[in-house]
């Protein structure tokens, strides 16, 4: 089941901070989150595994809160570059190890 | 490392013809994933591999599309007969291992007449 991502769109203006979420009716696992500009591949920014470890992104960060199945992509001191459409994808802990894609939070960053 | 290669970018073809997409993985790396992007239905997860072997391809839209992978280094993802509501970008993308980071490729922009 796909992901909910919240807001659907965000217009901000540089040095301002932003928060994206994402929730799943499913038990999860693991969250990932990706950027893509348009007319490019999805980049990944972060990792949150279940039981705390995260892997990620030097200027972004997130968090994870498994008993709720959510997880929240905060940016801070939005810079230009952070413009893109950000899509959170969940992992279950059953059906295999297939990631599932949100529909997508864009993100306009203007000076 | 060359990052996960995808052929051709573009492919602009007529309807009832046969598509022909082709993704190497990166080296190393065991699942593989055909998605379809397009502005309606966002990324869907269309089948994935796992050591070659596909195991889930509940995604795919139909009997027209089908994905083999032949080897650890290429897969195909094949439409037969295209329809215009097949027009998206399709990505292939690779990981190592189940729970990590998944890479993308370029994508192929598919535009059926």
């Known amino acids: 089941q796909q992901p909910v991502q919240s807001p659907q769109a965000v217009i901000l203006r540089e040095g301002e901070d932003a928060v994206i979420n994402c929730s799943s009716s499913k038990a999860l696992y693991s969250v990932h989150w990706y950027r893509q500009k348009h007319g490019e591949a999805p980049i990944f920014l972060m990792i949150l595994l279940k039981g705390g470890e995260q892997k990620g992104h030097d200027k972004i960060s997130a968090s994870f809160n498994e008993k709720k199945q959510q997880s929240s992509l905060y940016l801070t001191a939005s810079q230009l570059s952070y413009s893109g459409t950000y899509f959170c994808g969940t992992e279950g802990n059953t059906g295999g190890f297939k990631t599932i894609f949100g529909a997508g939070t864009r993100l306009f960053v203007k000076a | 490392d060359a990052g996960v290669i995808q052929s051709p970018r573009h492919e602009v073809t007529e309807m009832g013809q046969e598509v022909t997409l082709r993704c190497k993985p990166i080296?190393?790396?065991?699942?593989l994933f055909w998605y379809r992007q397009t502005m309606m239905r966002g990324l869907e997860l269309l089948i994935y591999?796992?050591?070659?072997?596909?195991?889930?391809d509940s995604g795919m839209p139909e009997d027209r599309f089908s994905a083999k992978m032949p080897n650890a280094s290429f897969s195909t993802l094949k439409i037969q007969p295209s329809e215009p509501r097949d027009s998206a970008v399709y990505f292939c993308?690779?990981?190592?291992?189940?729970?990590?980071?998944?890479?993308f490729g370029a994508g192929t922009r598919l535009s059926v007449l």
């Open positions: 591999f796992n050591n070659n072997v596909p195991i889930d």
């Open positions: 993308a690779s990981r190592r291992g189940a729970k990590n980071i998944q890479y």
């Open positions: 080296s190393g790396h065991d699942y």
